[in-house]
């Protein structure tokens, strides 16, 4: 992924080949790119939302990671809508 931006938005999904850290994968989806800090070629800090299976963001992470090893997920992750004909305060 070091052809293109890491851009607010993006969602992708960090496994051990963007950091040893990622032992069990996460999915985040950007808050920003951190580029006023000064890191090794090839590595950048973000700042995103750890999400949840549903897409939800569960946690805010300061992440360090290796651009290449950045995996874009081609369709960001959306709550599901509720079912028809029930009211969106009644779905838990």
Known sequence: MTDRPIDPGDVLHLTRAASPQFVKPITVRVIREVRDRHTYHGWTWIEAYELDARGDAVAKRELFVLREGLH?????????????????????
């Open 72 to 92: 874009r997920l081609a369709v960001a992750l959306r709550q599901a809508a509720p079912a028809r004909g029930t009211s969106p305060a009644r779905v838990r």
